[in-house]
């Protein structure tokens, strides 16, 4: 094999065959491929792209690059993949609700990603529990437990970590192959059995149109099946935040209320975890409506939250968290509405600019070394479509600080839109992608 040969083959529109892709990933995690070869190799495929074959070949080629877990467990190991958003914390009800439906869920997930929260992130404001596991700890809570959710270990995709790490110098990310590598090397290094996907479009989403969401998830549906994972998509909404928080401690107190039972809280919420539940069920065989029904119950009844507490409490959180989340999420010393300037209807809100105030918050990262504030963030947001009279709250901010929460208050403002006729409110789920 020769890495000058097979970029070369890129280069020139062609695919390298499935053992070149395969050798050339285990040589990003080997290091038999340079830095230089790993860059010239990303913009090869950013410029000329791979078919489909080619992307299922590099993908398989980086998750047989590190560890590929294998279960024996007596029910489905599933999961799901978001393309992020803001206020989006669907993982943390989705994980629990598949677990209390005899479902297994070894979740690998990430941290914050630009303007979105992630799910490590999140869970870590809940004090003591760590995300970063051994691999017998993570068999161990998802076997006994039915479900976990941690960080990649550096043995899961090794190959994704070195080129993820070369794209981001050399303007190669927004490559739709390489960017289906990266997501799906380690989702399928967990060894599942099914798959759905949450892509999302809209002005919190790093995919502003329908288009380009289905675009993504089309590429990355179709690799994931040529895989050998069942998998399914859904075009998601996120022209608005998913739920009323965002935020770390804030969108782990709503996903907590809902597990509760107060669908209430976060309707959008809830409703986007019980259609994507129903849908990775019914891929391991199960009638999707009777599947909706269950999932429904098991959040309702309580039952997902008994999950999630014991995940909690096995991950080294406090054991009463069902019982006094209140008490154990951190609180900003800084905490106050921001009043609407005028009467009117919310006719648009900027989720991107949303999610950025909250990161200059200090509720997310502007460089690698900074350090996460679990507390602060933006609670009780209104919706689209919501009527409002003048002085009326349109959120209330949780911050650090009266400097940052004034500063806060300004972007918050500018961020949503308040005219006098009713927008047209899109659908919940825009799309979706059967395997």
Known sequence: MDARAIIAKVRRGQDPAPEELAWFANGLATRAVSDAQAGAFAMAVCLRGLSDAGRVALTTGMRDSGDVLRWDLDGPVLDKHSTGGVGDPVSLILAPALAACDVFVPMVSGRGLGHTGGTLDKLEAIPGLKTTQTAANFRAITRDI?????????????????????????????????????????????????????????????????????????????????????????????????????????????CLEVLSGNRAAAPRLHDLVVALCARVLALSGQSEGEAEERVTAAISSGHAMVCFAAMVRAMGGPPDIAEDWHTHLPKAPVVGDVPSPRGGIITAIDGEALGLAVVRMGGGRQVETDRINPSVGLSDVVEVGQSVSRGDPLLTIHAADEDSAIATARDVLAAITIGDAAPDLPDLIHGRIDP
């Open 146 to 254: 039915g479900c976990a959710i941690v960080g990649a270990t550096n043995a899961i995709a090794p190959a994704d970590k070195r080129l993820y790490a070369v794209r981001d110098v050399t303007a190669t990310v927004e490559s739709v192959d390489l960017i289906c590598a990266s997501i799906l090397s380690k989702k399928l290094a967990a060894g599942l059995e099914g798959l759905v996907l949450d892509v999302k479009a809209g002005s919190g989403a790093f995919m502003k149109t329908t288009a380009e969401a289905m675009a993504l998830a089309t590429a990355l549906a179709t690799t994931a099946n040529g895989a050998g994972t069942p998998t399914a998509a859904f075009i998601t909404d996120m022209s608005q935040p998913l739920a009323p928080a965002l935020g770390n401690a804030t969108e782990v107190a709503v």
